[in-house]
């Protein structure tokens, strides 16, 4: 083979390279472009779901605004009414402030109006929280007098007192509003059983409350060794009443359907007049108890003689029997200590005194309260 053979060959394998790689260029740039129309949808597709989530959202925050304002109506119209007087007020406070204390003076809004929202808002979010708002409804009223007040003075070196009255008006009015509304929100209407309900329960608390002060001011005091003391109170049943100064006094009393001495002393169903008599007749002491001579067992016979007129008519009932004056208190105080020496007694109980003393309810309830308010007389124990 000659050298242009050579030539030849070489040249026609560079021309078949050249196709080559024309063709593999060729190749690459249709698939370049095909991933670049497929990016280019991708991409489409991504702006189209963007833009269709953001309508979606639009749509749905104009359905949740127009629902709210469907639901209150109430509440815009008194945003409005709470937010035009406060922007009034600002602006010319501002205005005032300027002609008093130069530039500087547009902040003089924010001693004013500002602190008077700011407490407004505080005691508003301390309410919702159950906080207390005493001081926070104190700071609202104190600012607000201070805003009506310069709102005032600003009116009359304006145009007199009618400019003065609006204008002050026209300062506090947003916060009066505000207050009303969070204060005092809707609620429903309470029947009268439910008024009445709650009307009692409020007098039982202010009678539990009386009667607990009163029982403080009675109550005795246990000094103890480390020098502190602890109040000690009389268990029982007790009402209110009040002393001759006027003073809350608890005096005991009975447990309304349970006796005398409430349900630990009640006394046993009576089955009638006849039953009563027979039960004090075998209650009644013997001939030789009668003259015993240290008085313990019972009263002499003319006692016992007017005992028995004291016994109840079927006319009267037995709750009616009184005793009247036969034997001084005197007397009965001292048959009672010797009956509690004996054991025969319970002083604690008026029934108890009533039966063995053979005397009326009345005086045997006189001597049990004696005795329990000063735990007997001096140098007697209960057996």
């Given amino acids: 083979m000659g050298i242009r053979d050579e030539i030849r060959a070489d040249r026609a394998a560079k021309r078949e390279q050249d196709r080559a790689d024309k063709a593999q260029q060729a190749e690459q740039r ?25 309508a979606a959202a639009r749509r749905e925050r104009r359905a949740a605004a127009l629902r709210w304002v469907s639901a209150h109506p109430i509440e815009l119209l008194m945003s409005v009414i709470v937010i035009v007087p406060a922007l009034l007020a600002w602006t010319a406070m501002a205005r005032y402030g300027q002609h008093i204390y130069g530039p500087v003076g547009w902040l003089l809004p924010l001693f004013t109006e500002g602190a008077m929202w700011a407490f407004a808002f505080a005691a508003h979010t301390a309410r919702r929280g159950g906080q207390p708002t005493s001081w926070l409804l104190t700071g609202v009223w104190i600012f607000a007098g201070a805003a009506a007040a310069l709102n005032l003075l600003h009116g009359l070196a304006v145009d007199g007192w009618l400019t003065a009255a609006v204008m002050a008006t026209v300062s506090v009015g947003g916060v009066v509003a505000h207050q009303i509304i969070t204060a005092a929100p809707m609620r429903t209407r309470r029947s009268r059983a439910e008024r009445a309900a709650a009307r009692t329960q409020r007098q039982a608390r202010r009678r539990t409350v009386r009667m607990e002060r ?6 005795v005091g246990q000094l103890a060794d480390d020098g502190t003391v602890t109040l000690l109170h009389r268990p029982g049943t007790v009402t209110l009443t009040r002393t001759w100064t006027g003073r809350r006094h608890l005096a005991r009393t009975s447990l309304p359907g349970h006796g005398d001495d409430g349900p630990h002393h009640a006394p046993a169903p009576t089955g009638g007049v006849a039953e009563e008599i027979e039960q004090w007749l075998r209650e009644s002491p013997s001939p030789e108890s009668l003259t015993d001579p240290t ?59 009533r039966k063995t003393l053979r005397i009326g309810r009345d005086r045997a309830k006189q001597l049990r309260d004696e005795w329990t308010d000063t735990d007997g007389p001096a140098g007697v124990t209960a057996a």
């Fill in 30 to 54: 249709r698939a370049d472009a095909a991933a670049q129309r497929e990016q280019d949808r991708a991409d489409r597709q991504h702006r189209q779901q963007l833009k269709a989530q953001r």
């Fill in 214 to 219: 009163a029982a403080l001011h009675q109550a």
């Fill in 295 to 353: 008085g313990t067992a019972g009263d002499p016979p003319g006692d016992l003689h007017r005992d028995r007129a004291d016994t109840p008519s079927p006319d009267t009932g037995v709750d009616e029997i009184t005793d009247p004056p036969r034997r001084s208190l005197t007397e009965l105080r001292e048959q009672l200590r010797q009956a509690v020496q004996t054991g025969t007694v319970d002083p604690s109980s008026a029934e108890s005194i």
